[in-house]
């Protein structure tokens, strides 16, 4: 059994930054590639960021290209999103995944949720 378990969000201005992580435990966390997702009250849940497993390629929505990094500590089993530039948008549960290979591509099935961590970003 897969758990993830995020940490780091919080209350900050917009303009401010905060990091995420996602430490995982319960299978090999460096074969899997590891995503982050959003949900906003009233709204789907949005696809953030996700990395690779094996040479740590990236890949970002749109809306947060430029200002969020994502990384990967697999010694340490955690993934990590750097959110720099928040705004008001930016707010949202945010939820850690593990997903079903070690290669991206959209629509990758996602074999596991962490319990999210709410970011609110104010004006």
């Known amino acids: 059994q897969v758990q993830l378990v995020e940490s780091g969000g919080g209350l900050v201005q917009a303009g401010g930054s905060l990091r995420l992580s996602c430490t995982a435990s319960?299978?090999?966390?460096?074969?899997?590639?590891m995503g982050w997702f959003r949900q906003a009250p009233g709204k789907e849940r949005e696809f953030v960021a996700a990395i690779s497993a094996n040479f740590a390629s990236t890949y970002y929505a749109d809306s947060v290209r430029g200002r969020f990094t994502i990384s990967r500590d697999n010694a340490k089993s955690t993934v990590y999103l750097q959110m720099n530039g928040l705004i008001p948008e930016d707010t949202s549960v945010y939820y850690c995944?593990?997903?079903?290979?070690?290669?991206?591509?959209?629509?990758?099935?996602?074999?596991?949720w962490g319990q999210g961590t709410q970011v609110t970003v104010s004006s």
């Open positions: 995944a593990q997903h079903s290979g070690s290669r991206y591509y959209t629509g990758v099935r996602i074999d596991y």
């Open positions: 319960g299978r090999t966390f460096s074969r899997y590639v």
